[in-house]
Structures are given as C-alpha cells and as structure tokens.
C-alpha cells in the first residue's frame, strides 16, 4: 500500500474541540445563572398554577402586612399578595424583553449581514441609519410613542428594540465582513449559490456566536428600560410588573423597604444572570476578528496601460478564454494600487495553461479577475474578456454569476478553509448539485458519490458524512476538486492546488487534475510558482512578474530557451533548489524582459 492510500484510508480525526455549550456547562458562573434564568422563565411559563392568590386581589387586611404563612412576602399598599405579583410580573418583564429582542434582532441582523456582506452603497445607507438611530434620544421617543399610542406595552417594547438594533447591526456587520471573505464563501459563489442561500447556509451559522451574546446582554437591558418606564408610569396599572412594583415601592421605602426590595431583587437578579451568561458565553466563544489584509504599499510602476504585456496564441474562434488587457487595481483612499498592469493570453479547450511568478506578481489576481470575485477594494477593467465565445464585459452580475460553476470551475490554494466547517462534506457536494443544477436529493447523493469515487477517494460514505476537519488536507483537495468538474465546466482554474498540501500528495493531485482535465476536455489555467509543476502538466506557460506577462510560450520551449533572466531563475530554483522563492523575490538584479504585445503580437 502506497503512502497516498495510507492517507486515503486514514480514519477520520475523532473531533478535539469541545463545543460551546460543554464548555459554557463546564463553568460553574454559567451553570449558576443559566439556571437562575430558566427558574424565572419556568415561573413566568408557570404562573397560573403556581401563583398563590390572584395578583390583583386586593384584601384589605393585607396592606403593607408583612410577611406570613399566606402571603409569603406580604402584601403591598394596596393588600395584593406581593409574590403572586412577583410571579406574574415575570410574564410581563419576558415578555417585553422578548419583544424587544426579536425587534431588534429583525433589524439590527438583517441590515448588519446586507451591510457586510454587500457592502458599497448598502452598508454606506444601513451604516447611516444606523448611526442616526444611536444619534437621537430613545428616552424622549419613548415618552413620546407612550403619549401617542396610550402606553401600548408591545409598541413600546418594539420602539425599545429600535434604538437596540445598532447594537446588533455594529456586531452583525463586523462579522459577516470577517467572514464574507473567507475563501469557502467564495467557493459558495463558484458554486454559483445565491446571495440569500449563501448568507443563511454559510454565513449565519458563522455569527451566531456573538449574536446569542449580545442577545443576553440585551435582554437584561431591555428589562432595566421596561422597569423604568413602568416605574415613570408608563404602562398598565393593572398588569402586575417589576417596575410598576418598584415605583409603588419607592414611594413608602422608608416606612415599608420590602416593598420595593422585593421587585428589584427579582430584577436585579434576572438582569445579573443575564450579563453573567452573556459574559460567559463570550469567555466560552473565540469571536472571529476580521483579518486585515496586508498591502506592500508600493509605488506603481510606470506601465503604459494603452501597451499591456503578453499575447493571443490560438484564433479567436479556437480559443476557450480570451483575456485582453486586463489591469487590477486597488483604492486606498485617493490613492490607486495597480497589481495586474494590462496583461494578455488565451487558452484552448483541452490545453493546460501555466502561470508562474514570484509571489505578489498578480497571478492569483489574474484568476479572480476571471472569476469576478476580488477582493474588496479590488476593480479590473480588460479590453476584453472572452469565456466560451461569450463577452463577459457586457454580461449582467446575474448571468456573469451563471457562468460559475457551469463554464468556471475553481480549484483553491487552501482545501480547508474553503469547505465550511459547518457542514458535512455531503452536505457541501450535494448542496450546489441540488440548488444549481436542481438535481433531486438522491440523484445529488448519488453524483456527488461518483465523484468523489472518480477522485480517488476509497471511503466514500464515511468521507459524505464527515466535517472539513476530519479528513486530511489531500482528501479536502479531492473534495474540492470534485466540488469543482460537478458541473462540467469547459475551463479549471486552480489556484496553487498543491501548495498547502504534503510532499507525498501533491504529485497525486496533479496527476489527478491532469486526467480529469483529458477525460472531460476541460482548459486547465493553473496557477504556480513552480517550473517543476510546470513541467509535469502545463503546454503553455506565461511568466509573470510585478503584474506583467515576462515571457510566453510552449513549455519545452521556454525551458529549453527562457528569454528572461527571471524565467530561467524560476526554472533552476523549482529545478535544483539553488535559489529560494525568497530569493527570487528580493533579488534586484534580474533582467526583466517584457515582451510587449505591441506590433501584432495578438492575433
Ligand atoms: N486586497 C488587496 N488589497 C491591496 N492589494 C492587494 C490585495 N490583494 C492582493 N494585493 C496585491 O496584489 C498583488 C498581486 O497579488 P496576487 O495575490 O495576485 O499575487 P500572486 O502572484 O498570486 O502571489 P502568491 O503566489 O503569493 O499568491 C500583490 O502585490 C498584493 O500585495
């Protein structure tokens, strides 16, 4: 048995980390008032049975009468029963805070995850309303809406949940713009799921955490602003409520403390169970922060963009790609970063196209380009850019999203992090199957089975119900290489396939990548910095450096006879080892040549 079928057939990995809620249980703060808030909870849900007297039945001889065998806490100024009050006043306190709650989740949520995930002017208009909601006085509003709708609890308690909704929005945005460009969201939209499927599959499930946090904290502030409207009188005199209760308490605290001690114990505990299983939560959750890219700063380089680099290598009508042109640049401020300077090639059906550079030289740029997915801040513009026979430049976002998946399948540099670790393997195969090609749930089983079978992996129904982190990396590879021919796409492009991946898989991968590009005719861009790669699957090659084409050409020949100095560095660091990656990229002295496509170059 080969070591590649050793890995193939390894078990999966038994799960290491514990999940939140056995580490929430394990701490004895949260179990303490968990169980606190459940016991209020259970005597609000309770009331009616568990009551000892009618909260609004007022006995005379009961007033301000302390405590006894039958009215446990005594009775108030009225001589109502002071714990059937308490008891009932639980209801009205959760019920508010629940209205609260799910107002401000509807909002703040909704334009959070659009902001963030959206961005442009969707966050710019959600961000303002959000900011200009935070800017006026709630309190005012408050006494206001009271005024106009005659204390209508629920309206209040939703107005309440309106000024909480930034709150939310703050957090949901920060989160999602974490997540949004994780690369398993942008497999998402390879795989050319919608906008709405992918925000509740793949992004809501990544920000629940500090949602559920900030819903605790809420709660417990929702019901500190609900006592003190009631304890101004907002509210119904007959509904019994902590802060009603309180209000009635302040007036005879000196004579009669208890009455209002009793109201806000029961809140002041409630209130400290909440922030206590907020806080723990938030101990418990390793919140996501989002990850900030880093830029080189670089001054551009003085390129022509009218000129551009590189060259067409087939007739127009042979070619399955056409790239024209194409520049990338960056927006920091007033400040324009180009990383891709005006750059051509093409690729035809059945060919395996390379592209190699140093680091930064704009390869992967270049993919995402063709993709229409760079990242934030990132814009393109090309003269033209052809995916089979059709102008995606005057294509609209909807169909230029069509043609992922279908006509572009994309192979990612990291296997893990572009499967969601929320999902099983299964889930991931089928989900696209089902939703993009409506195929039936058996008929996706069945499929995404006969590709994972097709790429090499043994244990196809232990690898369907397993999660990202319980096969190795290779097998994620094979996952997503699958994930990536489901729809038979015309072209592949792959990203540094093998780079994360163990010595001892890479060859397999690419022999792999090689036969599924022959057997379905596919165009293979593959994306490398190695000339060892190269030479194993590639027909052509175009060499990049500092976002411009260096050389191009058949691969026999430019190995045989490099033009560039640069070239023939890249071929004897991936060939002897003499120099490393770094070196090249530090090195100054190298003698760039750039073949201009100016003067017929294209054809
Ligand atoms: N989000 C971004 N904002 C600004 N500049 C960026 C951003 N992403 C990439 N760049 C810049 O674009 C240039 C090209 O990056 P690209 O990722 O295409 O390089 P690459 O050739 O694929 O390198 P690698 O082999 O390291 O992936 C680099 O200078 C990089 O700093």
């Given at each position: 048995m080969s070591i590649a079928d050793k890995i193939l057939d390894?078990?999966?990995?038994?799960?290491?980390?514990?999940?939140?809620?056995q580490r929430f249980f394990q701490r004895k703060a949260g179990v303490t008032a968990f169980t606190i808030f459940i016991l209020v909870v259970l005597m609000a849900l309770l009331a009616p049975w568990i009551s000892p007297h009618d909260p609004n039945f007022v006995q005379l001889a009961n007033t301000k009468a302390p405590p006894s065998a039958e009215h446990w806490l005594g009775g108030d100024s009225a001589g109502r029963d002071i714990l059937s009050r308490i008891i009932w006043g639980a209801r009205t306190t959760l019920f508010g805070a629940a209205i609260t709650i799910i107002t401000a989740l509807a909002v703040g949520v909704t334009t959070g995850v659009m902001a963030g995930f959206f961005g442009g002017l969707v966050d710019r208009v959600f961000s303002w309303l959000s900011d200009a909601t935070q800017a006026i006085p709630g309190m005012i509003i408050l006494l206001v809406v009271a005024a106009g709708t005659r204390s209508n609890f629920p309206i209040l308690m939703a107005t309440v949940g309106v000024f909480m909704a930034p709150g939310y929005f703050r957090i949901t945005r920060s989160a999602t713009l974490a997540i949004v460009n994780e690369p398993y969201i942008d497999a998402a939209k390879v795989a050319g799921l919608t906008a709405p499927?992918?925000?509740?599959?793949?992004?809501?499930?990544?920000?629940?955490?500090?949602?559920?946090?900030q819903t605790a904290l809420a709660a417990g502030i929702s019901m500190g602003i609900q006592a003190g409207l009631q304890f101004l009188g907002v509210?119904?005199?007959?509904?019994?409520?902590?802060?009603?209760?309180?209000?009635?308490?302040?007036?005879?605290?000196?004579?009669?403390?208890?009455?209002?001690?009793?109201?806000?114990?029961?809140?002041?505990?409630?209130?400290?169970?909440?922030?206590?299983i907020g806080s723990t939560?938030?101990?418990?959750?390793?919140?996501?922060?989002?990850?900030?890219?880093?830029?080189?700063?670089?001054?551009?380089?003085?390129?022509?963009?009218?000129?551009?680099?590189?060259?067409?290598?087939?007739?127009?009508?042979?070619?399955?790609?056409?790239?024209?042109?194409?520049?990338?640049?960056?927006?920091?401020?007033?400040?324009?970063?180009?990383?891709?300077?005006?750059?051509?090639?093409?690729?035809?059906p059945g060919e395996v196209l390379g592209i190699v550079g140093e680091s930064g030289s704009g390869k992967s740029q270049t993919i995402f380009s063709l993709l229409n997915l760079l990242p934030k801040g990132g814009k393109y513009v090309a003269d033209q850019i052809e995916i089979a026979g059709k102008n995606v430049n005057e294509m609209t976002g909807?169909?230029?999203?069509?043609?992922?998946?279908?006509?572009?399948?994309?192979?990612?540099?990291?296997?893990?992090?572009?499967?969601?670790?929320?999902?099983?393997?299964?889930?991931?195969?089928?989900?696209?199957?089902?939703?993009?090609?409506?195929?039936?749930?058996?008929?996706?089983?069945?499929?995404?089975?006969?590709?994972?079978?097709?790429?090499?992996?043994?244990?196809?129904?232990?690898?369907?119900?397993?999660?990202?982190?319980?096969?190795?990396?290779?097998?994620?590879?094979?996952?997503?290489?699958?994930?990536?021919?489901?729809?038979?796409?015309?072209?592949?492009?792959?990203d540094e396939p093998t780079t994360a991946l163990d010595v001892t898989v890479q060859a397999e991968v690419l022999e792999l990548l090689r036969e599924l590009q022959q057997e379905f005719g596919m165009a293979l861009i593959l994306v490398t910095h190695n000339f060892g790669v190269v030479a194993d699957i590639c027909d052509r090659v175009v060499v990049m450096r500092e976002g411009a084409v260096v050389e191009m050409g058949e691969v026999e020949q430019i190995f045989a006879q490099p033009k560039a100095q640069y070239t023939q560095d890249l071929i004897d660091a991936s060939l002897d080892g003499t120099l490393s990656r770094k070196d090249l990229d530090a090195s100054e002295t190298s003698n760039v040549h750039i073949l201009k496509t100016a003067g017929g170059g294209q054809k």
């Open positions: 390894q078990k999966p990995n038994a799960p290491v980390r514990t999940s939140i809620t499927r992918i925000i509740a599959r793949h992004v809501l499930p990544g920000i629940y955490a500090p949602i559920i946090i509210g119904s005199a007959n509904t019994p409520s902590w802060g009603a209760m309180m209000n009635e308490g302040f007036r005879f605290m000196l004579t009669n403390p208890t009455l209002l001690l009793w109201p806000s114990a029961a809140l002041g505990i409630t209130i400290a169970a909440l922030a206590t939560l938030a101990e418990v959750v390793r919140v996501r922060t989002p990850v900030v890219s880093e830029t080189e700063g670089e001054d551009d380089k003085d390129w022509d963009p009218a000129q551009g680099t590189g060259a067409f290598a087939h007739d127009k009508n042979e070619a399955i790609v056409r790239l024209k042109n194409l520049r990338v640049f960056y927006q920091n401020g007033d400040e324009q970063k180009t990383v891709v300077n005006g750059i051509s090639f093409d690729v035809k909807k169909d230029r999203a069509k043609i992922l998946g279908s006509q572009l399948g994309y192979i990612p540099q990291e296997p893990m992090s572009n499967l969601d670790p929320t999902f099983t393997i299964g889930h991931q195969l089928t989900e696209p199957l089902r939703l993009v090609f409506g195929q039936s749930k058996a008929e996706a089983t069945a499929k995404a089975k006969a590709l994972l079978a097709r790429v090499g992996i043994n244990d196809v129904d232990r690898v369907m119900k397993s999660y990202p982190h319980q096969i190795s990396g290779g097998m994620a590879q094979r996952v997503l290489i699958a994930g990536a021919i489901a729809g038979q796409p015309s072209v592949l492009l792959a």
